[in-house]
């Protein structure tokens, strides 16, 4: 088998942990055939292509900021040159939402709640006072939690991979940790998902998501 370059085996082994382990062999196969038929010369334009899959919009998402970013996949993979503060730029917004959906916002509001009971609790507050105090803390610090998690995680990996997309630098690109930005894309999917079907539905967004890959290597021409 080619040998791919770093980015891609990371991403490859990202989302052949994470997808249904049914379709594993069959999946890994069909990567490995395509690395074979590239030698393992991997084109920095399937990270642009693979980028404006990871990252794109919603279907009614049709002028927002996930297709900004598209555009500048687009643009980047039909060979333009696209400046680091744009990159950044488009990716922030995007990075941003991503990140605040995949917060574990449910377990930590729980955390929250529980400590905030115990400390009404030990410090004579009646039941409601109890209750209404143990609410409020919650509600007030996993939402500025959420807040300040996302926004330090967009900006920095807005720069770091905007900086990585635009000098189509890999062993930047590496740096940026890719198979964590799978990760968060999933999580968001799952904490969206019923709580008794949320397994699954990480595994299936794994599942696409190392079908799109796929794809994108599929149309590399030799």
């Known amino acids: ?6 980015w891609l085996a990371t991403l490859v082994a990202a ?3 994470g997808r249904d382990p049914a379709t594993v062999a069959d999946w890994t196969g069909r990567i490995r055939d395509m690395l074979d038929r590239l030698d393992g010369r991997v084109p920095f334009r399937v990270v642009y292509e693979w980028h404006a899959q990871l990252l794109g919009p919603a279907p ?6 996930h297709q900004m970013v598209v555009e500048l996949c687009r643009r980047a993979t039909a060979g333009d040159r696209v400046g680091a503060a744009e990159w950044s730029g488009a990716l922030r917004p995007v990075l941003g939402e ?12 729980a955390v929250a709640y529980a400590n905030a009971h115990a400390y009404a609790t030990a410090n004579g507050y009646s039941a409601a006072e ?5 609410q409020f803390y919650a509600d007030l ?8 998690c996302a926004n330090a995680n967009a900006i920095a990996n807005a720069n770091a991979i905007g900086a990585a997309l635009a000098s189509a630098d890999e062993r930047a690109y590496v740096e940026t940790y890719p198979d964590a930005l799978v990760r968060a894309r999933v999580l ?7 709580p008794a079907g949320a397994a699954d539905a990480g595994r299936t967004e794994f599942g696409r998501l190392g079908d799109g890959l796929a794809d994108v290597l599929g149309r590399v021409a030799v």
């Not at 088998?1 to 770093?6: E, I, S």
């Not at 109890?130 to 143990?134: Q, R």
């Not at 939402?143 to 300040?148: D, I, K, M, S």
């Open 130 to 134: 109890t209750a209404e105090y143990a």
């Open 15 to 17: 989302l052949d942990a």
């Open 188 to 194: 968001a999917v799952v904490s969206r998902a019923d």
């Open 98 to 109: 991503l990140y605040r959906a995949a917060y574990p916002y449910a377990d930590a509001h």
């Open 1 to 6: 088998m080619g040998v791919p370059p770093a």
């Open 60 to 65: 009614d998402d049709v002028d927002g900021p």
């Open 141 to 148: 610090s996993t939402g500025a939690n959420v807040e300040a």
